[in-house]
């Protein structure tokens, strides 16, 4: 199913992960590579500034980079983060969206997604149906957000948050 009845208020937040270092040197598994300093201070302003959003809904791929990005925004909700195997990297955007949509369609209002670097441009990418180029969008840097409002058209209004200073 590709979506379903949606509310004028269903609106979709994707979060790019905040900073975790670099994948180059973390000796572990790169899905247990977690966030830095930086990227802690980065995930408790991105909670501050999604509470004006009022989100009722928390997805996440599964790294652990992920998770710890949302963890703050969750535990200021009471919400629990579902971990969602199309959000992680490497992930199909047709994929990734169609779950997305089966989601808040599922749910009463704001969703929020974090993912990774290949998958939220992948997503964007796919919602301009091609019709403008990937460098029309800024570029969604660690930490960085987009708000999806209007998900039932195509494409759906877009807005680009920077990531926020640590």
């Not at 997805?59 to 919400?79: G, I």
Request: hydrophobic residues 40%; negative net charge.
């Amino acid at each position: 199913m590709m979506g379903g009845a949606f509310a004028s208020s269903d609106r979709i937040i994707l979060v790019r992960h905040a900073d975790a270092g670099d994948r180059g040197v973390y000796e572990q598994p790169d899905y247990l590579r977690p966030l830095t300093a930086k990227g802690e201070q980065q995930a408790l302003a991105i909670a501050e500034i999604l509470l004006a959003y009022d989100p009722r809904q928390i997805v996440s791929s599964r790294a652990k980079r992920c998770l710890s990005t949302v963890a703050p925004l969750a535990e200021r909700l009471s919400l629990e983060i579902e971990e969602v195997d199309e959000l992680f990297e490497g992930s199909d955007p047709r994929e990734s969206w169609s779950e997305l949509l089966d989601l808040v369609a599922e749910g009463n209002g704001t969703l929020v997604a974090c993912s990774h670097g290949d998958v939220i441009p992948g997503i964007i990418e796919l919602l301009s149906d091609g019709s403008a180029p990937h460098s029309k969008y800024p570029k969604i840097k660690k930490g960085s957000m987009v708000v999806l409002s209007g998900v039932e058209q195509s494409p759906p209004d877009m807005r680009f948050l920077p990531a926020p200073r640590a």
